[in-house]
């Protein structure tokens, strides 16, 4: 669509957007293509809602129910699990995702319930706050390292509390300097 719009053949990205989410996406064209390998290492801001009481398997609003607890934290709970998840320094992928495990894509793998054992990555969390708590529902605003995924915070703060979780919305707000 791009190349089409733009009238180029050459476009490049510096990090790509899961289909539910919106925002800033960082296009390259032409010559400027080549320097995409060094943006994409940039930190990415979001604005994300976390749905608790239901888990799926994609760790968002577009996956199959994996678990359906119909619970909620309470906030101060919440507020303990996002401190504890924003100091750590590693982070496992979803199983969707366009991870590579031994030459395999990860959501390949995972459309045809092959097992797959997905690394943890370092990741950095700069900035984590909770914004709003209502009915079971959390908005929160973060800068994180490239890498991260907000659809595995969402799944691990439910798993943490014990009451299943998903990504219900994410907008990235700020790639780098874009």
Do not use: I, W
């Amino acid at each position: 669509v791009a190349r089409r719009g733009l009238a180029t053949k050459r476009v490049g990205h510096a990090g790509t957007l899961d289909p539910m989410a919106t925002g800033v996406v960082v296009l390259l064209t032409g010559r400027a293509t080549r320097l995409a390998r060094f943006m994409a290492h940039d930190v990415k801001a979001y604005e994300a809602e976390v749905t608790f009481g239901r888990a799926t398997d994609t760790y968002d609003a577009e996956g199959a129910v994996t678990l359906d607890t119909g619970r909620y934290p309470q906030a101060d709970a919440l507020a303990s699990a996002l401190a504890q998840l924003a100091a750590r320094s590693e982070q496992v992928p979803p199983a969707y995702s366009a991870k590579k495990v031994d030459g395999e894509v990860a959501y390949k793998a995972a459309r045809r319930d092959a097992p797959l054992l997905l690394a943890p990555v370092a990741v950095t969390v700069h900035a984590l706050r909770l914004d709003r708590f209502e009915a079971g529902v959390a908005t929160l605003s973060l800068r994180v390292s490239a890498g991260f995924y907000v659809r595995s915070l969402a799944h691990d703060l439910g798993t943490l509390l014990g009451t299943g979780a998903h990504l219900s919305a994410l907008r990235r707000t700020t790639a780098g300097a874009f």
